[in-house]
T-cell receptor, first 113, second 112 residues
Framework: GDSVTQMEGPVTLSEEAFLTINCTYT??????LFWYVQYPGEGLQLLLK?????DKGSNKGFEATYRKETTSFHLEKGSVQVSDSAVYFC????????????FGKGTLLTVNP | DSGVTQTPKHLITATGQRVTLRCSPR?????VYWYQQSLDQGLQFLIQ???????AKGNILERFSAQQFPDLHSELNLSSLELGDSALYFC???????????FGPGTRLLVL
């Protein structure tokens, strides 16, 4: 079945460091891919998305590229801030008869000043 | 603010009891989704409604049920509660396609 695997956390970085959170997916078709962010005590917020191969989603300095050949959608940011501390979830939406989002387990990011 | 509202924010109840969680979707969204977030299971899709009708089912227990009303708000009913039902319950909404979902702030349920 469809699944999403993302790197285990927690990830701890210093401010202005480079961030990569790996995400790979398995799907029977060609899913849309998403990154959601959950700040402490809050719900999930859509961070960025990509709907087809080679698309790049970007928002707030974060970006991720849909790589069909490696079935990956890794999240990157060039210079993290303390305010980026949160849990990040990679997700896929299969479309067709599969009307649900399938999430990875989440990666906790802590950025220290 | 996603535009999706959920009530209550917190709920504490006892085993064997029944509770109802409420969700109001974003204006114009016809689809409502329910998710459960727990430490051991992560984020699990429970059920989806579209314009009042059930459209997809995920890992929803038989003790749980949901419905979507004509004004498009939705309720998730959890009965015969067990300790393991303690979790965060999220509602999300989307336009017809469902691809991009907007999440509410969640209801934190604690079963004692």
């Amino acid at each position: 079945g469809d699944s999403v695997t993302q790197m285990e956390g927690p990830v701890t970085l210093s401010e202005e460091a480079f961030l990569t959170i790996n995400c790979t997916y398995t799907a029977t078709g060609y899913p849309s891919l998403f990154w959601y962010v959950q700040y402490p005590g809050e719900g999930l917020q859509l961070l960025l998305k990509a709907t087809k191969a080679d698309d790049k989603g970007s928002n707030k300095g974060f970006e991720a590229t849909y790589r069909k050949e490696t079935t990956s959608f890794h999240l990157e940011k060039g210079s993290v801030q303390v305010s980026d501390s949160a849990v990040y979830f990679c997700a896929q939406w299969g479309g067709g008869s599969n009307y649900k989002l399938t999430f990875g387990k989440g990666t906790l990011l802590t950025v220290n000043p | 603010d996603s535009g999706v509202t959920q009530t209550p924010k917190h709920l504490i109840t006892a085993t064997g009891q029944r509770v109802t969680l409420r969700c109001s979707p974003r204006s114009g969204d016809l689809s409502v989704y329910w998710y459960q977030q727990s430490l051991d299971q992560g984020l699990q899709f429970l059920i989806q409604y579209y314009n009042g009708e059930e459209r997809a089912k995920g890992n929803i227990l038989e003790r749980f049920s949901a419905q979507q009303f004509p004004d498009l708000h939705s309720e998730l009913n959890l009965s015969s509660l067990e300790l393991g039902d303690s979790a965060l319950y999220f509602c999300a909404s989307s336009v017809v396609g469902g691809e991009t979902q907007y999440f509410g702030p969640g209801t934190r349920l604690l079963v004692l």
